[in-house]
């Protein structure tokens, strides 16, 4: 009786270890995606299946894992549910600032028309300097908090001179709409549908102030250990960015549906990125530090961190 019940429990035991060793390897040979609708680029990838095929040499299959937004997609990371993600400059340095564990493996070119702050068509303000007093709406904490500040700062103001709302996209579209407020900081694709949705006019976007990069994280353990699954990624990136530059209204065409917006809307936010991602340069982290900085100045953050301890390097 004692035999065969420890005979039972070491069968069960032995099947458990089994199954874990079995979800480990299952584990290891897929490359999880964390990524967002707006990330136009990885919906392409996705609904082209480029990379499953790019992959299949080394064996490693593709999970793509939808987040509503970079904060949510970085907790993914930090809890070990993805492998890589993309996303903008700023969940990062929130997530770096809440001991999220992560590395910048990688970024897009600048895109600084792909953010700007609208007014509506038939609005008085003619300049950023005419936001003084007036209502803004904007995403908290995210890449047009930052380019709002640098907007004012270069017309003279100061972040408290105007009234921030702070409001989701789709919530600030309402309120834009219905002139709760004067003006919306936004980025695409929300931008590009505001402007041919409502004849939005942009009172001024990032050019020759901030340069709106997109980043590729991964999770430091991941990307020590595969860094041929890495270099696919990136391989596949290009390769399908230089596609989509190509062939601008055949991408829109696949991504327009299940971004669910109209196909020129869509186009239009394409032609405002750039796709070829590039290591993380010095001078990117600089630059990431710079907006790091001025969001814990803020007190968006509740400490300073330094960014150049999240960056991936072959030595850490």
Known sequence: MTHSLLSRRGLIGLALSLAATGAAYAQAN???????????????????????????????????????????????????????????????????????KFAYIGHDPAAPTAEAILVSKDSPIKS?????????????????????????????????????????????????????????????????????????????????????????????EYVGKNPKVIQALFDDAVAQGRWLKANLKQAAEIIAPLQGLPVDVVELSLRRYEFDVKPVTDTVIAQQQQIADTFFELKLIPKAIVVREAAWTATR
């Open 30 to 100: 897929t490359l999880r995606i964390g990524y967002q609708k707006s990330a136009s680029l990885f919906v392409l990838q996705k609904a082209q299946g480029t990379l499953e095929k790019r992959l299949q040499p080394l064996g490693v299959g593709v999970k793509w894992v939808e987040f509503p937004a970079g904060p949510q997609l970085l907790e993914g990371l930090n809890v070990g549910a993805v492998d890589v993600g993309y996303v903008g400059e700023a969940p990062p340095i929130f997530g770096q600032a809440a001991g999220a």
């Open 128 to 220: 950023v300097a005419e936001l003084k007093g007036r209502k803004v709406a904007l995403n908290k904490g995210s890449n047009v908090h930052y380019l709002l500040v640098k907007l004012l700062e270069k017309n003279g103001l100061k972040f408290s001179d105007v009234q921030a709302v702070y409001l989701p996209p789709a919530d600030a579209r309402a309120a834009f709409e219905s002139k709760a407020v004067d003006a919306w900081v936004i980025w695409d694709p929300f931008q590009a549908a505001a402007e041919k949705a409502t004849g939005a006019r942009v009172l001024a976007d990032g050019t020759a102030l901030v340069n709106n990069y997109q980043y590729y994280l991964g999770e430091r």
